[in-house]
């Protein structure tokens, strides 16, 4: 296919995925993602929610709270709008955003803008995006470039192969990818996270990245189904025998946290405080949320986006002040039991926490 069929295939299909996230039913049916199995054991004493500190830290610079925004969008006009609403809503909140797959710029350069926000607010966090199985068709050179031209302070590489493999123009060929971003990861200025995208990472990949990368971000089961999202968009039903196919977040969490030393993100289905308060309680440095954002600024634009997130991190701090747990680091020293299911298989996969 040409280079400019390539691109236009690429746009168009970011544009079929926002439409179907917004207008389709795209989130695991059965499975969900066990945070609901993890119990905290309230401290002694009532706290004031305005005195919970849950100030962070990323990249050196001070964010309001460990909570991000994931990456969705770029490559089109409307997906230019979209960033750039959430990054004055992020930027207002003191949190970090991620952009979605730059591939769209890779193939066509003219559409870098639509991943430079930082021009509309400023001081922002900004995760740039690449999909793992891109990575061997650019080199470290041409990646730095696409990070620096929109001023990007980490890049998340996504690794989505149950999404490729339902995907119609899918590419499932991840060979070298494992190579390709430890390489990646040793010679370009920006820190690396592996993401996935709501299918979970398991403690056999995480280890292989331990001390390689800064930071694996879970993106687990339990939220959006990218499998289901490219069912929609695949002619064949085979895409619903895998929708809830994925290692559900909080399992996931604690699957990375046992072998990776770096950063544990939290993501893939957090859609409330208490989500995120247990993902902290557990061990996870970050926590991050996807499609409810989208729908925000959908419906609200910038300011939508500000509220919905606004809400987010006040609930947090409720919800800490609730159990008696004033700051970041005494909740992650919090004590924590588990319910069945979730208990049994910590066990059988050897994971303590
Ligand atoms: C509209 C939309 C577009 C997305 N595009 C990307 C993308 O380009 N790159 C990526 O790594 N993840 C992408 N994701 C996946 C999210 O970052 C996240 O991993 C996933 O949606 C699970 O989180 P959630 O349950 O909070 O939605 C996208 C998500 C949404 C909702």
Excluded at 241 to 264: H, M, N, R, Y
Aim: net charge positive.
């Amino acid at each position: 296919m040409p280079d400019e069929a390539v691109a236009r295939e690429t746009q168009d299909r970011k544009m079929q995925h926002i439409n179907i996230i917004i207008n389709e039913d795209t989130q695991y049916k059965e499975k969900t993602t066990m945070l609901e199995l993890v119990d905290i054991k309230p401290k002694k004493g009532k706290i004031d929610p305005n005195s919970v500190d849950i100030e962070a830290s990323l990249v050196g610079k001070k964010i309001s709270s460990p909570i991000f925004i994931s990456g969705m969008t770029g490559g089109h006009p409307v997906a230019m709008e979209i960033n750039k609403n959430i990054a004055i809503a992020a930027s207002k909140l003191k949190i970090p955003m991620g952009v979605g797959s730059q591939r769209a710029m890779l193939e066509n350069e003219a559409l870098a803008y639509t991943y430079d926000v930082k021009k509309f607010a400023s001081p922002l966090i900004l995760i740039g995006n690449m999909g793992a199985n891109r990575l061997p068709k650019y080199d470290n050179k041409r990646i730095q470039k696409m990070l620096d031209s929109v001023k990007a302070d980490l890049i998340a590489i996504h690794t989505n192969p149950g999404q490729e493999s339902v995907q119609p123009e899918g590419d499932i060929d991840f060979r070298g990818v494992y190579e390709r971003i430890v390489d990646l990861a040793k010679s370009i200025k920006q820190p690396v996270i592996v993401k996935e995208v709501g299918n979970g990472i398991s403690k056999e990949i995480a280890k292989m990245f331990n001390k390689k990368v800064f930071a694996i971000d879970v993106q687990g089961a339990g939220g959006t189904t990218w499998i289901g999202v490219e069912t929609f968009r695949s002619k064949g039903s085979y895409g619903n025998a895998f929708w809830d196919w994925g290692i559900p977040t909080a399992l996931s969490v604690l699957e990375a946290k046992s072998e990776f030393k770096g950063q544990v993100w939290s993501s893939g289905g957090i859609r409330n405080p208490i989500d995120i308060v247990k993902s902290i309680a557990i061990g996870a440095d970050m926590c991050g949320i996807a499609k409810p954002v989208i729908v925000a600024e959908r419906k609200g634009g910038s300011e939508g986006v500000y509220n919905f997130m606004n809400d987010m991190i006040n609930g947090v701090k409720n919800e800490m002040a609730a159990l008696g747990f004033s700051s970041i680091k005494e909740l992650k020293n919090a004590k924590i039991s588990f319910k069945e299911p979730l208990k049994s298989i910590l066990k059988d996969r050897k994971i303590r926490l």
